[in-house]
């Protein structure tokens, strides 16, 4: 009788717990899924003043003269996202590369914590480093003007997007399995050889997973860009032309931006288009990821 | 049994702190504010939000209001002037701070006007430039982006870059009304967020020019004159420098009981000769009508 009521608690017992379980996992997916909800319905809110084309395809941004053509801060963060990604990838990878299969195990020791700490550096200290140290120099070597633009925003991008290339693509050559690695060196190929005919393809998968997911981290960066990048609402047209990317400028215009306006409302929009570039980078990933394994 | 209690009671008490914790967020304001005090003369709460640029202002005014009256409680955030407005407009505050008149979209909303102090603006370069005097056809050909080299107005030959305020900004409305009149800036510049953003980039960018609410320029720059009037207090209380806007409080109607005090405390000449000067401003009540 005794047991029987131990038993019948633990039931019991069992079964709170995993209710607390469903009410955590449930408020997670409430909370993402009323996030998606509210920056899709303040966003979308603004075609009712602003046609679609106007927005996507016109770069005049002049909201006080009825002017919403966002192109250009479209184009500014994807310029900017490609540049970083063109300058941050071979670092990357290399670095990966030797990380895995050249550095010996005791700087690979050093070296794993001091790529992990590139994380724990807030963005507004690499804004700050950018634009006190880097902007400088720029304007000094490059005889350019001003100095802000995209090519100073790219590499502190870069920069802040390493630790993810470096520790995804590190893990996916770590997982190339070792008799393909022993049999290529059989077959009498170098070492080098042996890493970029055979290891580093085997591990495309990996590497792309990590150069998607870097690519989300350099797009979604506000701080930091915010800084560096001059915020002119102008096309990108060169490497040190200043413009806008879609964070900045929501987070420049947002403080004196009357909340429903047709204004207010396009900046949700933004907000929104970068949340639909992020899924759509994360729908990449699940496939390449699935890929690998197939 | 007794362990599997324990253990249960503690399951529970995990489950409330948490949930405590998660819904601690709401509602704790409420509570706070809706504490009231013995009453004296006046009493109520005052909330205000907006413009950034007059909080430096408003919080001494707050400090010295809710010493004189124990039982008023006064709030002031910031947020940016259209959010003030936007916010007295909803009924939210009951008082919205704005740099800016009211824009076409608030005109229905009943707000009353209340002029608290002249905001000053200037404008300023880079100490690399050699120009120290601008008409205000020169400043306006610099802004509107039809004079792109210092040599056009007199100094060297070296590019203008003009770093300012977003097109959300109370100070770039204020210029576009009492400088430009209507023209447009051009987009070609650098945009910061805040006066001392602005403030550092024209420091550190040869031939930069931009403008800052005047309590904010300092040695690392190189303040401009304006058709031959240097800038000061005193020159445009005697309506020769014309760069300036207003710092509003606007209420929903026209304002009662402790809102209405705090305004009449904000334009007392008690205040505005005491702080109104030393923060950089000028009273209203000096100005010239």
Redesign the interface.
């Known amino acids: 009788m005794e047991k029987d009521f131990i038993h019948q608690r633990k039931i019991i017992y069992d079964r709170y717990v995993r209710y607390l379980f469903i009410a955590c996992a449930a408020l997670m997916t409430i909370i993402i899924f009323s996030i998606i909800f509210f920056v899709g319905k303040q966003g979308l809110m603004t075609f009712t003043d602003v046609s679609p084309i106007e927005f996507f395809f016109t770069d005049k941004w002049n909201p006080l003269a009825h002017k919403y053509g966002a192109l250009s801060f479209i184009a500014g963060s994807v310029v900017v996202t490609i540049t970083a990604i063109i300058i941050g990838t071979p670092l990357g990878l290399l670095g990966a590369v030797f990380m895995s299969k050249i550095a010996p195990k005791r700087l690979r020791n050093i070296m794993r914590p001091a790529v992990d700490l590139y994380v724990a550096i807030p963005s507004v200290v690499y804004g700050y480093i950018g634009l006190t140290v880097l902007v400088p120099i720029i304007r000094s070597v490059f005889y350019v003007n001003m100095g802000y633009g995209v090519l100073v925003t790219s590499i502190i991008l870069a920069v802040m997007i390493l630790p993810t290339i470096i520790s995804i693509s590190e893990d996916a050559l770590n997982g190339v399995p070792k008799p393909l690695e022993e049999a290529s060196l059989a077959l009498g190929a170098t070492y080098w050889q042996t890493i970029y005919k055979v290891i580093v393809p085997s591990a495309a998968p990996g590497i792309l997973t990590a150069i998607v997911l870097a690519m989300a981290r350099a797009i979604g960066e506000t701080m930091a860009v915010q800084m560096v990048i001059g915020n002119t609402p102008l096309m990108p047209k060169g490497l040190f032309t200043p413009t806008s990317t879609l964070t900045s400028n929501i987070v420049i215009e947002m403080g004196n931006t009357p909340f429903g306006s047709a204004w207010g409302n396009s900046l949700f929009l933004m907000a929104l288009v970068l949340l639909i570039i992020s899924l759509l980078m994360i729908l990449a990933i699940r496939r390449i990821g699935s890929r690998r394994y197939s | ?1 007794l362990f ?2 324990k ?2 009671l503690l ?1 529970v008490l995990g ?1 409330m702190v948490v949930s405590t914790m ?1 819904f601690a967020g709401c509602g704790g304001n409420d509570k706070a504010a809706s504490t009231d005090k013995a009453a004296t003369d006046l009493k109520g709460k005052v909330s205000a939000s907006g413009s950034t640029a007059l909080l430096p202002l408003l919080k001494p005014a707050q400090e010295a209001f809710e010493k004189e009256h124990k039982d008023v409680t006064v709030n002031i955030a910031g ?5 003030g ?2 916010q007295v407009g909803e009924g939210a505050v009951d008082i919205g701070n704005s740099d800016v008149f009211l824009p076409n ?1 608030y005109k229905d909303k009943g707000l009353v006007d209340h002029k608290v102090v002249v905001e000053p603006f200037v404008f300023i370069t880079n100490k690399d430039n050699k120009v120290s005097n601008l008409s205000t056809e020169q400043i306006v050909g610099i802004l509107t982006g039809k004079i792109t080299n210092w040599k056009e107005v007199g100094g060297e030959d070296k ?1 203008i ?1 003009l770093i300012h305020r ?5 100070s770039r409305a204020t210029i576009a009304d009492v400088v430009l009149k209507g023209q ?1 800036f051009t ?7 805040s006066n001392g953003a602005v403030l550092k980039g024209v420091a ?5 020019i931009g403008y800052v609410d005047a309590p904010y320029a300092d040695k690392s720059v190189k303040v401009l004159d304006m058709d031959g009037v240097k800038y000061s207090a005193q020159a445009i209380i005697d309506g020769k420098y014309h760069v300036y806007g207003y710092g509003h409080m606007y209420t929903k109607g026209e304002p009662k009981g402790a809102v209405k005090a705090f305004i009449d405390y904000v334009m007392s000449d008690a205040f505005q000769n005491e702080y109104v000067e030393k923060l950089g401003f000028i009273p209203v009540s000096k100005m010239k009508k």
């Open positions: 049994m599997s209690g253990k249960k399951a489950t998660l947020g940016g002037s259209f959010t407005m936007n979209e590019a870059t977003a097109k959300s900004s109370g447009q987009d070609n510049a650098s945009i910061q967020d550190t960018t040869p031939g930069a």
